[in-house]
């Protein structure tokens, strides 16, 4: 069973519009949750983090966290044909048996975004 | 500027080789990490380090041996013992101070086994 999933896309959406891009965790000690944006060929990037449950906004940018179902997601308002990338979500599990919190990340296998003209 | 550099960007090795894979970091960050994506997955952790002269395994460690002698470094070695090392490279790093976790990643390093 993997431990991240997100929705399996391809997504594409018209520009202009929402995107929403979904990620549900295992873990239910989670405590830590990220967005990376990967263009092709490129590294992944830092866009979005949340550590509370609610709603936080940056930008065009809005990342949910629902801790009671697992569940965390990001929107994209006004999508942009620059916004076509791939798109990871990524957990952080918490501290491990001992105790201790290694900042370790367990990722989804991405989702991939298309904004057309 | 501060930042994640990784070294090279393309690398090709021959099968029966050990290749070295560079990280530096200038962010100051005690953490780093090592990850490998294939093709249309995600990201995979190799080993992870949080302080110098120490590291762990991660979940795909085999094949695989890393170094943390100086803060800023943190090469990792792909040895002849990994069956399938055809893959993408990611470095990264993380500040251990505070309650936060972000990573931040490097260029990356595209390994192809000849």
């Known amino acids: 069973q993997k431990e991240v999933e997100q929705n399996s896309g391809p997504l594409s959406v018209p520009e202009g519009a929402i995107a929403s891009l979904n990620c549900t965790y295992s873990?239910?000690?989670?405590?830590?949750f990220f967005w990376y944006r990967q263009y092709s060929g490129k590294s992944p990037e830092l866009i979005m983090s949340?550590?509370?449950?609610g709603d936080k906004e940056d930008g065009r940018f809005t990342a949910q966290l629902n801790k009671a179902s697992q569940y965390v997601s990001l929107l994209i308002r006004d999508s942009q044909p620059s916004d076509s990338a791939t798109y990871l979500c990524?957990?952080?599990?918490?501290?491990?048996?001992?105790?201790?919190?290694?900042?370790?990340?367990?990722f989804g296998q991405g989702t991939i975004l298309t904004v057309h003209p | 500027d501060g930042g994640i550099t990784q070294s090279p960007k393309y690398l090709f090795r021959k099968e029966g080789q050990n290749v070295t894979l560079s990280c530096e970091q200038n962010?100051?960050?005690?953490?780093m990490y090592w990850y490998r994506q294939d093709p249309g997955q995600g990201l995979r952790l190799i080993y992870y380090s949080q302080i110098v002269n120490d590291f762990q395994k991660g979940d795909i460690a085999e094949g695989y041996s890393v170094s943390r002698e100086k803060k800023e470094s943190f090469p990792l070695t792909v040895t002849s013992a990994q069956k399938n090392p055809t893959a993408f490279y990611l470095c990264a790093s993380r500040r251990t101070s505070g309650s936060y976790n972000e990573q931040f990643f490097g260029p990356g390093t595209r390994l192809t086994v000849l």
């Open positions: 873990d239910r000690g989670s405590q830590s």
């Open positions: 962010l100051n960050h005690d953490a």
């Open positions: 949340i550590y509370s449950n």
């Open positions: 990524a957990v952080n599990p918490g501290r491990d048996a001992g105790g201790t919190s290694y900042g370790k990340l367990t």
